[in-house]
């Protein structure tokens, strides 16, 4: 017969040392473990397919024994013997001990005989032995184990109940109500328990029992009637069903810490997407909105008239007042949103986001770019229009007028030259009238000049694109086929006038003779007539016309003159703003570069001081729209320099732009920086070490490194990036950083810095910036979930198997994560697949960018 006679060295055997021979024999306490005992090995046996009856019986043949621990052990034991002799028995037996020794377990004054023999005591005290062993011992609670630490577990789950209070293995259960209690605080649908008595333990322990044997799978273990019954009951059956209750809960918690980690994984995950999707979607909209706009701006048709050409400045004003601003602030923001994706990305241990074709960060600058250049051109052309049509309005104003003036002088000169008044006149009526056409001829000769003006101002607007060219050349023509006209119909009068001379002097020789006698009526006659005569061909009329254009030429002048005060006062209205916001926008994009480079403060301080700047930034808003009401009187009043200011509308337009940007961009910086010091746990002392290096090296104050910069900044913090890019052997002197750079001759393995450069600047945007460089600065301390950790949470969940279903997916996770999930893991393809089976393996490594999702 074998004993195994000392005690056993593990600490949870400790608590037992009060068990004795004579405790057992009381028959209150027999009776719970004979019951509690025997459905502890019926919950296991029933995986195999068997039970026992009698725990007396059914074990001294040894065969169900090595079976139930086999089943709890999950290992194989030594082939049993099949004869049904006591020697074959006994062996059985021994073969059972032995195995439970192997785990580390000495049984105390339990032989194999005594077993076989059936005897009671002997093989209770043996199934508490393996209960201890194989359900109690491995209970790990803060720190504490085996009995004390399921009792520690039952204390932490009930803590929250009223009327409970779990002191111990026995009475404290007495009521049912810590059964309860540990039953709703894992599957509170199970029970009300604000309905459960004090005073009613009955219903509460049959309560506890039916529910845990019915949802639970934990057999019925205990008696209801026995324990209420009992002084104290048997603390071996009250821990053997609690450990029932802790293994059924702490399978169930294993799997939702298992679903957890996956949660937050897959909360990341889609929260990186949702950002890429905006990310996406914000780039499409704004380089299509660039799409249509470029197209807007280069269009140079010109319009026909001021107008309409005002109306496309007043256009232009609204999209660079109203349509861009909001554009801008677009820009910005994604620009903003890409680097805190990368960020997060980063941190969480993901590859960094590749925008899809054309829609990188670069390939939005360059758009951007072509649509301010558009935009620059347009404006000029506006303005070069306006001045042209300008221009063009005041020649054709020209043109009008001295057209009206020749077309009004010319008005009756045919009629007047064609009539043939010489007919019927005498000789002295044909000398006047002679002296009447020498002075006609003299004055269309002195308008031969306008004429010319008129045809020169004609051609002018023909050359500068007049629309109303037809109309002009059509009048322009007339007049001057008129004029030829005058000049054909002047000429034959002349001659038809010098012909009647003769004609008429003629016939004055045959009068001489009576023409002598009546000389003085002759002479009184003469005298009239050229009396007359001077009085036809005076210029009163012509005159009078002039005296009255002079006060209105005087008028005009004295309204240009007020027209170009006004303009004036305009000028030095928007040059008094301009000179005054101009360099506080330079002031403000200095301070803010301070801020952001300068270590005053915590990142905290550094946050709070740019917040305060951007505040007063947007409050010095209503100063720019008045500078831009300003600027549009300007505009409207065609006034096209200003020689009291350097700034133009368009310098502070772009100026404000850059400084909401900037601003922006740093307080994103500063965030971005902060939500790496707090995932990387970098101290306020190594972000100053980091940002002094940075600094140094940022020679230009950019705010960015360039390759060669950034090397040599590496160099400074002790990176052998020649060697081994991991190493960070500490801050380097003067003396050492310079040998460094010699001995290197800032030819540092280039394979492997191009490989750093592709982690710091994904883009190939060829600088590093600031958060790029703390990011990579600090790579190593992360504490993120990786790729293997959440291919074991999904194993859990799969229930160790190699691939997991879509009902699992769904029992264990949120309805929106675990079709997540099923939308993008891949069918499972292994030996062991079965309809329906998912691959959480490959999407796994899928989730940290180490296969395609």
Not at 59 to 86: C, H, N
Not at 212 to 237: C, Q, S
Not at 386 to 400: T, V
Request: charged letters at 30%; hydrophobic letters at 35%.
């Amino acid at each position: 017969m074998d004993h195994y006679d000392s005690q056993q060295t593990n600490d949870y055997m400790q608590p037992e040392e009060d068990w004795d021979r004579d405790l057992l024999l009381d028959p209150a306490w027999e009776k719970q473990q004979r019951k509690t005992f025997t459905a502890w090995c019926n919950s296991h046996l029933r995986k195999a397919g068997t039970q026992i009856e009698n725990i007396e019986e059914d074990f001294r043949d040894g065969l169900k024994l090595m079976l139930l621990l086999e089943v709890i052990s999950g290992e194989r034991l030594a082939k049993p013997e099949r004869g049904k002799m006591r020697v074959h028995k006994i062996s059985n037996v021994n073969k059972a001990l032995d195995f439970i020794a192997s785990k580390g377990v000495k049984l105390v004054s339990i032989g194999a005989e005594e077993i076989v023999d059936g005897n009671v005591k002997m093989t209770l005290g043996m199934i508490w032995t393996i209960i201890l062993r194989f359900a109690i011992q491995d209970i790990s609670v803060e720190e504490t184990s085996a009995k004390e630490g399921l009792l520690l577990w039952c204390q932490r789950k009930t803590a929250p109940y009223k009327n409970v209070n779990i002191q111990n293995f026995h009475i404290s259960w007495k009521d049912g109500l810590g059964f309860c209690a540990l039953i709703h605080r894992h599957r509170p649908e199970l029970i009300d328990y604000g309905k459960l008595r004090k005073d009613d333990p009955l219903t509460n322990l049959n309560t506890a029992f039916d529910v845990a044997e019915k949802y639970l799978d934990i057999p019925k273990m205990l008696d209801a009637e026995d324990i209420v019954g009992t002084a104290r009951p048997d603390e071996k059956a009250i821990m053997t069903y609690v450990s029932s209750f802790y293994h059924a809960f702490s399978g169930a918690q294993k799997a939702e810490t298992a679903a957890n980690r996956i949660c937050k994984v897959l909360a990341v995950n889609q929260e990186n997407e949702r950002l890429m999707e905006d990310y996406e979607k914000l780039a499409s909209d704004l380089l299509e909105w660039i799409r249509r706009t470029i197209p807007w701006l280069e269009n140079r048709l010109p319009e026909n008239t001021m107008h309409a050409m005002q109306q496309k400045l007043e256009d232009f004003r609204d999209y660079r007042r109203l349509h861009k601003p909001p554009k801008v602030q677009e820009k910005c923001q994604l620009e903003i949103n890409f680097n805190t994706l990368q960020t997060k990305l980063r941190l969480s241990n993901r590859p960094a986001f590749t925008p899809s074709e054309g829609r990188m960060v670069s390939d939005i600058n360059n758009a951007w770019g072509c649509l301010e250049q558009a935009e620059k051109g347009y404006e000029e052309w506006l303005l070069n229009e306006i001045r042209r049509l300008e221009r063009l309005d005041h020649l054709a104003e020209k043109f009008r007028q001295k057209a009206s003036i020749h077309e009004a002088w010319t008005d009756g000169k045919e009629a007047m030259l064609r009539h043939k008044d010489y007919e019927t006149a005498t000789l002295s009526e044909i000398k006047a009238l002679l002296k009447k056409h020498e002075a006609f001829e003299s004055d269309l000769a002195a308008h031969q000049d306008r004429v010319e003006q008129i045809a020169a101002i004609a051609q002018e607007l023909n050359e500068l694109d007049y629309y109303d060219s037809p109309s002009v050349n059509a009048r322009c023509q007339r007049i001057c086929d008129q004029w030829d006209n005058l000049g054909a119909l002047t000429q034959k009068r002349r001659e038809a006038l010098e012909r009647t001379e003769k004609l008429l002097e003629t016939i004055d020789q045959l009068y001489l003779e009576y023409a002598k006698r009546a000389a003085p009526f002759n002479n009184w006659m003469e005298g009239a007539m050229e009396d007359l005569q001077d009085t036809f061909i005076v210029h009163t009329i012509e005159e009078i016309q002039v005296r009255q254009l002079v006060p209105r030429r005087d008028q005009a002048l004295m309204e240009e003159h007020a027209r170009q005060q006004h303009n004036e006062r305009l000028r030095k209205q928007f040059a008094a703003q301009a000179n005054v916001i101009g360099p506080w926008i330079q002031t403000k994009m200095e301070e803010i570069g301070r801020i952001s480079i300068e270590m005053h403060g915590t990142l905290e301080d550094q946050l709070s001081h740019l917040r305060q700047y951007e505040k007063s930034i947007v409050n010095y808003k209503p100063k720019i729209d008045q500078l831009e009401g300003d600027h549009q009187l300007i505009q409207e009043a065609l006034i096209f320099d200003n020689k009291h200011t350097n700034y133009t509308m368009e310098h502070i337009r772009v100026g404000w732009e850059q400084l909401l940007t900037t601003i922006a961009r740093t307080i994103n910086e500063v965030e971005n920086q902060i939500l790496t010091r707090d995932a990387k746990g970098i101290s306020q002392e190594q972000m100053n070490e980091f940002r002094a290096s940075f600094n140094h090296f940022d020679r230009d104050h950019s705010g960015t490194l360039g390759p060669e910069e950034f090397k040599a900044c590496l160099i400074s913090l002790g990176y052998d990036i020649g060697n081994d890019p991991q190493k960070k052997t500490g801050m380097m002197d003067t003396d050492d950083f310079r040998a460094c750079l010699i001995s290197m001759g800032y030819n540092m393995g280039e394979a492997e810095f191009a490989r750093i450069m592709s982690i710091v600047d994904p883009n190939r945007l060829g600088v590093v910036t600031f958060q790029a460089f703390i990011d990579f600065m600090s790579r190593e301390t992360a504490d993120t979930d990786t790729a293997d950790q959440v291919m074991a949470s999904f194993k859990i969940l799969a229930g160790d198997k190699n691939y997991i279903t879509v009902d699992e997916l769904r029992r264990e996770l949120p309805p929106d994560q675990a079709e997540y999930c099923i939308a993008r893991m891949a069918p499972y393809t292994g030996p062991d697949a079965v309809p329906g089976a998912l691959d959480y393996m490959s999407f796994s490594t899928a989730l940290y960018g180490e296969s395609d999702l």
